[in-house]
């Protein structure tokens, strides 16, 4: 079991799903890292809303893609609140929109090392603060220590033309999640991931600035609407939580049934 006041630490926490996440993290009384990645004002403001509700948040810089930011990062939530023992990955970039034949590898680079390589640095990061913990003896069953959250997306699996930075990093966290699933059961740390939909988050905003753009997407979607980030937070927040203690190594999708609508009407 998780104690109630063990610390969390949410990527991408300024902005969208990661700011749901942080802030219900927050408001549930767990101490937050929340990290930022270029606006500062935004990490703060969401601390503070934690703060003003009687949490403890800390807001800091990291680029998720980068080791040394990672490792500073990690050193520096430990100063203030110890190990981790939840985690969230939700920092991420769309996709560039650019076909193969145009694509350069520094466009290809930037999209996988904030959706892959960043989940990478940090449950590594976060799993080696938790070596000294014993792995379950073989045979008995393991005890929940620790729980990371990936935030993938149903483009995971479903692809899309101009999108293959963006669901080859996502593929990637598919078997990623899985792998150190197995790897980290018999420590008792479960892993799981989140494929949403269309979420009206600044990723997108276009949708979010025209109306008619937003109408003819949510038209797609068999629900009918586009979903909110509080809502992918409510999950993420149920998979991080001892109800969710034989959930592990698996990807629940919360999209209104959109990914669903591949491949009808051939
Ligand atoms: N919004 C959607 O429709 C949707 C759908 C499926 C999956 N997702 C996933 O949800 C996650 C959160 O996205 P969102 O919708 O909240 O968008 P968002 O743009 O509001 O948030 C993404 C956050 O990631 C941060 N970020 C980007 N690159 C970074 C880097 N290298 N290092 C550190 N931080 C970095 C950004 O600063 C931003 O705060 C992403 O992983 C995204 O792929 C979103």
Redesign the pocket.
Known sequence: MIADNAPALV?????????ACALALGHSGRPVVL?????AA?GQAVADEIASGGGRALALQ????NEAAIDSLFAEAERAFGPMRLLV??????MSGTPLQAMTLAQFDRVL???LY?PFLTCRRFVRALEGDAPTPSGSAATGVARIVN?????ERAPRAGGLD?DAA?GGLAQLTTTLALELAPRGIAVNAV??????????QSALDHPDELKAKEAAIPWGR??R?EE?ADLVLYLLSDRADYITGTTVTIDGALSLTVAQGA
């Open positions: 990527t991408g926490g300024e902005s969208g799903i990661g700011r990290t930022y990645y270029a606006d935004a990291a680029d998720v893609g990955n939700s920092a991420g970039l769309n090392r904030a959706d960043g935030v993938s997306s149903i483009h963006y996502k494929a949403p939909g269309m979420i009206l988050t600044p990723m997108n586009a979903g980030p992918v």
